[in-house]
């Protein structure tokens, strides 16, 4: 599935401007087909059961569906994203671009994902920007996306539990809080807890709720990247937002931010290809409190 021979070209390519993992965390790029990358990070969550160590979670985020993201091409990550052979998948924003009937190419192409333990999703900012929302929420559930608004679900494997949050995209602070609020009532204190948000701009809103893991997308990861310093991504994305790409944490919360495949304003990436993520969760029972800030 992994094209091994091409790992060090990669990553000498991507010098200064892969991501950083941070704590425990580990990361890996490793070399996919026609432009975009697969990733794999390993994320460690305090009290995390033993029978979920080592359990799976496919991220695909950001997928624009429109005349620059076309229904051949979402197939192609639909393929790649089921190669990956995880337990869990799930979609975090902006299945469409700016107009309702953009959803009806992306039904089409991700009816076909389906995962041990479902396949789940959020709306993003730009599902909202569609004169119909309400459409696009529809014919997103029903094509096997079961979209988490300001909910959550139980998530099981061999006996153990975690539950995956969801919530609608938001601009503030305050909403976001007050929806993770409605996601996690009624879950159990002991479980642990999954936040799917389409911004990474909340993590620290996330912290003080407790959740263990934030998977985000939004930013493409800059999209358009000049270069890097350290932890800093040099790209006009990171005026709006800290958090760009790759593995954060706050506390013992920690987050992952997809590139996404999709582009906003130019159809075009600089040193920063799409990306299909493996998430792999491990225990953790001692996380730093330290992370990109």
């Known amino acids: 599935r992994f094209d091994a021979s091409k790992r060090a070209f990669l990553l000498r390519g991507m010098e200064g401007l892969t991501a950083v993992s941070f704590g425990a965390a580990t990361y890996g790029v490793i070399s996919g087909r026609s432009g975009y990358e697969f990733t794999e990070s390993s994320i460690p969550v305090r009290d995390l059961p033993p029978a979920l160590d080592g359990f799976t979670i496919g991220l695909v985020s950001d997928i624009h569906s429109s005349s620059f993201m076309t229904k051949k091409q979402m197939d192609g990550y639909c393929a790649a994203l089921m190669s990956l052979d995880t337990d869990l998948i799930v979609v975090p924003g902006d299945f469409v671009n700016s107009r309702t009937e ?21 709306l993003g900012n730009h599902d909202f920007y569609a004169p119909d929302p309400d459409r696009v929420a529809r014919e997103v559930d029903a094509c096997g996306v079961r979209l988490l608004r300001n909910d959550s679900v139980i998530i099981g494997k061999n006996g153990a539990r975690f539950a995956l949050m969801g919530i609608d995209d938001v601009g503030r602070s305050e909403r976001a809080t007050s929806h993770m609020q409605s996601a996690a009532r009624g879950v159990p204190d002991a479980l642990p807890r999954v936040l799917l948000c389409h911004r990474p701009y909340f993590l620290e809103e996330a912290a003080a709720m407790g959740i263990d893991l934030v998977l985000s997308g939004h930013t493409h990861g800059g999209q358009i990247v000049f270069g890097r310093i350290g932890p800093v991504v040099l790209t006009p994305a990171a005026i709006a937002s800290p958090y760009v790409w790759g593995n954060y944490s706050r506390g013992r919360t920690q987050m992952y931010v997809s590139r996404g495949i999709g582009t906003v304003g130019l159809p075009m990436r600089v040193n920063c290809p799409p990306e299909v993520t493996r998430i792999t969760l491990r225990r953790g029972a001692e996380l730093p409190g330290t992370g990109q800030s």
């Open 102 to 122: 953009e959803v009806y190419p992306f039904a089409e192409s991700f009816s076909a994902l389906h995962a041990p333990c479902g396949v789940y999703g959020v």
